[in-house]
């Protein structure tokens, strides 16, 4: 089965091979800082930048990268896996999309589910809100609005709300015409422009419950890198210098500083001391295999995760958070536990970068999601809010689990069997995170126990 976001990255049969630049020689030794290092920043603010500047931003420059279907996929009138991925080929190769997200792919049914998971979780009692961040064209928004204008209590869609929180203008444009189209759901919707990080713009905190929905959003977000010679040197910050004198001209370099940064010393406290130990069993043995041979380490850590999760405790903390993203990404060629896949589309033609310091507006700079650090990093937050540590309840589970839950999956059905919104992403994860007294026994069939120590 084709794992399918980038399709230089996951349609490719040829595993390439290169040669790092500047970026990974100053990934194995710290060197000496510059006479100039007022002009560098931490990792993730040039990560930032370069995806979400507003005027030369990746989102900013090319709102167009989100694929957009002309219409939604006749699953049933196609012959079966053959006839599913020539017609998706064909969607990546006749258009300037880099990407099409599985909300976009299975339209209108990917949304329904998460419409039929939140009215299963809903309390009636309440007015329902829905905050979606980072919602694309306004597939989702779209698609869950009608669901719940078809199935929910009358009283509950008329009086309900979905807020869109879009960073991008261009984006939070497509939303609203899209989900309004036909003067539908003027009153239920509304796209506030917005960085959904910043505190400021949640305004007082609100104990009121509510879904907060992240389709896609923390694959994008900002990560910083942090490096040791060993396994008992100190952690040392990645910051990034603009030069022209690296060894590619014009090139952006990496300078390493003793590590300081409030955030970075946050994410790495929460992700309990030693963030190697903190990953997946799979690469259990390779973390063993460094600490023995006593080898340098480079990590990529989920700091605008981290900051994410602090501002949507604080502002809204009985919230369900929803979240789905990519677990995994295959022949990622940057260096580093938990890197990103970076990369391009000019000309219907794709790229894949060997650095993220190309990554000036024209690529996209994706990560994978370690599921078991989002849950660690979900619970710290909450019990930095004040709550207790088994005020929340959180459940991992695969793409197909949820849809198996909560889909009409009939209706992607193939004739041959082939059923795409099951096999297909399968380096996609579900995760939710709900205050303990609101976890439904379906979501905890599928569930981890977790408390924070």
Same mark, same amino acid.
């Given at each position: 089965?084709?794992?399918?976001?980038?399709?230089?990255?996951?349609?490719?049969?040829?595993?390439?091979?290169?040669?790092?630049?500047?970026?990974?020689?100053?990934?194995?030794?710290?060197?000496? &800082?510059?006479?100039? %290092?007022?002009?560098? &920043?931490?990792?993730?603010?040039?990560?930032?930048?370069?995806?979400?500047?507003?005027?030369?931003?990746?989102?900013?420059?090319?709102?167009?990268a989100v694929g957009e279907l002309p219409a939604p996929i006749m699953?049933n009138a196609l012959e079966g896996h053959r006839a599913y991925t020539?017609?998706?080929?064909?969607?990546?190769?006749?258009?300037?999309?880099?990407?099409?997200?599985?909300?976009?792919?299975?339209?209108?049914?990917?949304?329904?589910?998460?419409?039929?998971?939140?009215?299963?979780?809903?309390?009636?009692?309440?007015?329902?809100?829905?905050?979606? =961040?980072?919602?694309?064209?306004?597939?989702?928004?779209?698609?869950?609005?009608?669901?719940?204008?078809?199935?929910?209590?009358?009283?509950?869609?008329?009086?309900?709300?979905?807020?869109?929180?879009?960073?991008?203008?261009?984006l939070a444009r497509k939303q609203y015409q899209k989900v309004t189209?036909?003067?539908?759901?003027?009153?239920?919707?509304?796209?506030?422009?917005?960085?959904?990080?910043?505190?400021?713009?949640?305004?007082?905190?609100?104990?009121?419950?509510?879904? &907060? =929905?992240?389709?896609?959003?923390?694959?994008?977000?900002? #990560?910083?890198?942090?490096?040791?010679?060993?396994?008992?040197?100190?952690?040392? %910050?990645?910051?990034?210098?603009?030069?022209?004198?690296?060894?590619?001209?014009?090139?952006?370099?990496?300078?390493?500083?003793?590590?300081?940064?409030?955030?970075?010393?946050?994410?790495?406290?929460?992700?309990?001391?030693?963030?190697?130990?903190?990953?997946?069993?799979?690469?259990?043995?390779?973390?063993?295999?460094?600490?023995?041979?006593?080898?340098?380490?480079?990590?990529? =850590?989920?700091?605008?995760?981290?900051?994410?999760?602090?501002?949507?405790?604080?502002?809204?903390?009985?919230?369900?958070?929803?979240?789905?993203?990519?677990?995994?990404?295959?022949? &990622?060629?940057?260096?580093?536990?938990?890197?990103?896949?970076?990369?391009?589309?000019?000309?219907?033609?794709?790229?894949?970068?060997?650095?993220?310091?190309?990554?000036?507006? #024209?690529?996209? =700079?994706?990560?994978?999601?370690?599921?078991?650090?989002?849950?660690?990093?979900?619970?710290?937050?909450?019990?930095?809010?004040?709550?207790?540590?088994?005020?929340?309840?959180?459940?991992?589970?695969?793409?197909?689990?949820?849809?198996?839950?909560?889909?009409?999956?009939?209706?992607?059905?193939?004739?041959?069997?082939?059923?795409?919104?099951?096999?297909?992403?399968?380096?996609?994860?579900?995760?939710?995170?709900?205050?303990?007294?609101?976890?439904?026994?379906?979501?905890?069939?599928?569930?981890?126990?977790?408390?924070?120590?």
């Amino acid at each position: 089965m084709r794992l399918r976001r980038f399709a230089s990255a996951f349609i490719s049969s040829r595993l390439r091979c290169t040669r790092w630049t500047s970026h990974a020689k100053s990934s194995t030794r710290v060197q000496p &800082v510059p006479l100039f %290092e007022a002009d560098s &920043v931490l990792v993730r603010d040039f990560i930032y930048s370069a995806l979400y500047d507003e005027k030369q931003g990746y989102f900013a420059a090319r709102s167009s990268a989100v694929g957009e279907l002309p219409a939604p996929i006749m699953f049933n009138a196609l012959e079966g896996h053959r006839a599913y991925t020539q017609y998706s080929d064909n969607l990546y190769d006749h258009g300037d999309s880099s990407w099409f997200t599985p909300v976009e792919l299975f339209q209108p049914y990917y949304g329904y589910a998460l419409a039929e998971f939140i009215l299963r979780t809903h309390g009636f009692s309440n007015p329902l809100k829905i905050y979606e =961040i980072g919602g694309g064209t306004g597939t989702c928004a779209r698609n869950i609005l009608d669901y719940l204008k078809a199935h929910a209590p009358r009283t509950l869609y008329d009086t309900m709300s979905y807020t869109s929180v879009e960073i991008s203008g261009e984006l939070a444009r497509k939303q609203y015409q899209k989900v309004t189209t036909g003067d539908e759901n003027r009153e239920q919707f509304r796209v506030e422009r917005r960085n959904a990080s910043d505190r400021s713009g949640w305004g007082a905190a609100k104990k009121e419950s509510c879904f &907060v =929905i992240m389709l896609e959003v923390l694959d994008n977000l900002p #990560h910083d890198l942090v490096y040791r010679e060993t396994s008992r040197s100190p952690w040392m %910050e990645k910051w990034v210098l603009e030069r022209t004198d690296g060894e590619v001209p014009g090139l952006p370099v990496e300078i390493s500083k003793p590590l300081q940064d409030d955030l970075i010393i946050r994410c790495l406290k929460a992700m309990k001391g030693d963030p190697v130990q903190s990953r997946s069993v799979s690469r259990t043995v390779k973390n063993t295999v460094v600490k023995l041979l006593n080898t340098s380490e480079l990590l990529w =850590i989920p700091t605008g995760c981290l900051k994410l999760l602090e501002t949507l405790h604080s502002a809204r903390p009985n919230m369900t958070l929803i979240a789905a993203d990519f677990s995994f990404l295959p022949r &990622v060629r940057l260096a580093g536990v938990g890197a990103p896949l970076v990369s391009s589309k000019k000309g219907g033609v794709n790229k894949d970068h060997a650095t993220y310091l190309e990554a000036k507006g #024209h690529a996209d =700079i994706f990560f994978p999601t370690d599921f078991s650090v989002l849950q660690k990093l979900d619970h710290h937050c909450s019990a930095a809010n004040g709550n207790s540590k088994t005020s929340r309840r959180s459940s991992i589970m695969d793409s197909a689990q949820f849809m198996y839950l909560f889909a009409d999956t009939g209706k992607t059905l193939t004739r041959d069997g082939f059923n795409p919104l099951l096999d297909d992403f399968i380096n996609t994860n579900f995760y939710i995170s709900t205050p303990a007294g609101r976890f439904k026994s379906y979501v905890r069939r599928q569930s981890t126990c977790f408390q924070p120590r």
